[in-house]
Each structure stands twice: as structure tokens, then as C-alpha cells.
T-cell receptor, first 114, second 113 residues
Framework: AQSVTQPDIHITVSEGASLELRCNYS??????LFWYVQSPGQGLQLLLK??????LVQGIKGFEAEFKRSQSSFNLRKPSVHWSDAAEYFC????????????FGTGTRLKVLA | DGGITQSPKYLFRKEGQNVTLSCEQN?????MYWYRQDPGQGLRLIYY???????QKGDIAEGYSVSREKKESFPLTVTSAQKNPTAFYLC????????????FGPGTRLTVL
């Protein structure tokens, strides 16, 4: 079955420190992968996406992610975190052929210390 | 500006009442989706629609109903059969169901008293 795992429920980093959020997926074919960010009480905003090609993808707000097929991972990174990055981050895979469903991870809540 | 609107942002209802959540998009997208979000559970798909006058059940459709009479509108009704309706509801759309990314509305928080 298709699934997405975000092993870290909460992460706390200091402002200016680097960040890596983990995402592992289980998918039968080459996946389409996404990272979304959600501020409290708001909808989701797309940070970046991977469809094919270069395995290192750049997104908005200085984020990047690397697709590693051998590890079934799509980790999100940022070299220097800003206080405004505090939010919840969701990894997603899809849409699956036939059902057109997207599978979302359970999210990682990021706290940034001043 | 193109986008997805959901109304109202906050909704309170008494137990046993049906309630309808609005979702409108002016992106000219064919596909629309409804998700439910609960703390620690990510997003769970309730219903989705690939085209007008067509929709399919998602993973947690019990106690919910939808309609898709217009391309831009995909209202969700939370019925009294839904055992635990208090949650944050998100509507999304994509160019087509096989398209590669979804765009989300701001969400509606439903509280059943």
C-alpha cells in the first residue's frame, strides 16, 4: 500500500541553524513528491515538488529537497532557518493512477527559537 | 486574483444538525477535493471530483455528502450521521485529477457542540 512517513512529529531549531525534515514513502512506481507548509489555522502552501529529472529540487522561501530512490526518501532542507518558518510541514505523494488520490504524511511541526 | 475560497472560516453547529461547507474556485480547475484534518493525523480524503457532475468517495466518506453541479463549486455537507464532525476541513483543486499539484483553500473549522 502507498504510504508516507514523517518520523519527526516535532522539531525545534534555533534561528539561523540548518534544518532537515525527513520524509519516507512507499509507492509502487516513480512517485510524484511534494512538500507543503501550513501556518496555524490556514490552508496548505506548496513549497516544492518532484516529478522527474534532477533529484535536487529548489522551492520557495529558500527550501530544497532531495529525492533518493534507494532510500525512498524526499527530505526537506533549509540552510538557515528564519523565525517565520515556524509552521507545520507535510510531505505528500501522488496522484496515484486510477484513484487520483494523494497520500499525505502526518506532518512535522517546526518550532524556531530566537 | 485566482484562488480557492472557503466559507465560513469558523462554523458552529449543534449535534444532530446537517451543515454545508462552501468551496469555490476560479482557477478553471477540473478536479476538486475535500480533506479532513485532525491533530496528528495529517490530511484524510473525504471526497473528490474529477469533472462536473461526477465525484468519488475518498477514505473517510461516511457521514459526508457532496455535489458538483458547477465546475467552480464543490460544497460538502456534514450530516448528522458523521460521528465526530469537529475538525478542520480543507478544500483543494487541481487542473485535472491526474495533474501534479493541488492548490488549497484557507479551510473551515467546524465545531459541533
Amino acid at each position: 500500500a502507498q504510504s508516507v512517513t514523517q518520523p519527526d512529529i516535532h522539531i525545534t531549531v534555533s534561528e539561523g541553524a540548518s534544518l532537515e525534515l525527513r520524509c519516507n514513502y512507499s509507492y509502487g512506481a516513480t512517485p510524484y513528491l511534494f512538500w507543503y507548509v501550513q501556518s496555524p489555522g490556514q490552508g496548505l502552501q506548496l513549497l516544492l515538488k518532484y516529478f522527474s529529472g534532477d533529484t535536487l529540487v529548489q522551492g520557495i522561501k529558500g527550501f530544497e529537497a532531495e529525492f533518493k530512490r534507494s532510500q525512498s526518501s524526499f527530505n526537506l532542507r533549509k540552510p538557515s532557518v528564519h523565525w517565520s518558518d515556524a509552521a507545520e510541514y507535510f510531505c505528500a505523494v501522488g496522484p496515484s493512477s486510477g484513484t487520483y488520490k494523494y497520500i499525505f504524511g502526518t506532518g512535522t511541526r517546526l518550532k524556531v527559537l530566537a | 486574483d485566482g484562488g480557492i475560497t472557503q466559507s465560513p472560516k469558523y462554523l458552529f453547529r449543534k449535534e444532530g444538525q446537517n451543515v454545508t461547507l462552501s468551496c469555490e474556485q476560479n482557477l478553471n480547475h477540473d478536479a476538486m477535493y475535500w480533506y479532513r484534518q485532525d491533530p496528528g493525523q495529517g490530511l484524510r480524503l473525504i471526497y473528490y471530483s474529477q469533472i462536473v457532475n461526477d465525484f468519488q468517495k475518498g477514505d473517510i466518506a461516511e457521514g459526508y455528502s457532496v455535489s458538483r453541479e458547477k465546475k467552480e463549486s464543490f460544497p460538502l455537507t456534514v450530516t448528522s450521521a458523521q460521528k465526530n464532525p469537529t475538525a478542520f476541513y480543507l478544500c483543494a483543486s487541481s487542473i485535472r485529477a491526474s495533474s501534479y499539484e493541488q492548490f488549497f483553500g484557507p479551510g473551515t473549522r467546524l465545531t459541533v457542540l
